[in-house]
């Protein structure tokens, strides 16, 4: 399940300007309703309402809005594969490592998915440093694998942090004692979408 995160800038603007037009669309819609003699009022809380929840999952995404500086937050949203080293072999062998985010405006879940273990995040904090850098940093809960697991390993929590640079990211995570005592390393690159392919029918050719 998605949870809040927090962020290193103010968000009133982006609140302001949603109420703002939250306003004016009330009284346009409702004086349309009037022309149409339509006996229905919309309040401004339902306009509002729904132009948050838009702009929550889909507006805010829009690189415009980042140029104009009306929105920071970063779009992290994708997988993002590659290895980790761990200090439980003293950093020797390269394990495949996958993290998922999926990301709103307000929310935002990590998965991981390693070769012993499993783990969602269940808070997090992002970082823009006034566009100088993106760092993530959330607390996740591990469960392990239990068929292809060593006995030393525990469900365990921890903390990671996650540095990003357009497609490419690399942190450190801790594990959280007595669980778990051990640490590491993670390299990551964003998975590019696959493009779907469109086939064409094409009427075959008479001979």
């Avoid at 991981?112 to 997090?124: D, E, L």
């Avoid at 365990?156 to 690399?170: K, Q, R, Y």
Wanted: hydrophobic letters at 40%; one cysteine or more.
């Amino acid at each position: 399940m998605m949870h809040q995160y927090s962020v290193d800038y103010d968000r009133k603007t982006v609140y302001f300007l949603l109420a703002f037009v939250s306003i004016l669309g009330t009284k346009i819609v409702n004086k349309i309703l009037v022309l149409e003699n339509i006996e229905l009022t919309i309040t401004g809380l339902t306009i509002f309402g729904l132009l948050f929840l838009l702009f929550d999952k889909f507006l805010w995404k829009i690189r415009l809005l980042y140029y104009l500086g009306l929105v920071k937050t970063p779009n992290l949203n994708g997988v993002w594969k590659g290895q980790l080293k761990s200090s439980y072999d003293d950093f020797k062998d390269e394990i495949d490592a996958c993290i998922q985010i999926k990301q709103t405006w307000t929310k935002i879940i990590i998965f991981g998915k390693f070769n012993q273990s499993k783990s969602y995040s269940i808070s997090a904090n992002l970082e823009t440093n006034n566009g100088a850098r993106v760092v993530l940093r959330y607390v996740f809960k591990n469960k392990n694998n239990l068929a292809n697991t060593p006995k030393t390993m525990m469900n365990h929590s921890g903390i990671t942090t996650l540095e990003f640079e357009e497609n490419d990211a690399e942190g450190k995570y801790y594990n959280e004692p007595p669980q778990n005592k051990n640490y590491g390393i993670l390299l990551l690159n964003k998975e590019e979408k696959k493009k779907k392919r469109i086939k064409i029918w094409k009427k075959p050719s008479k001979n």
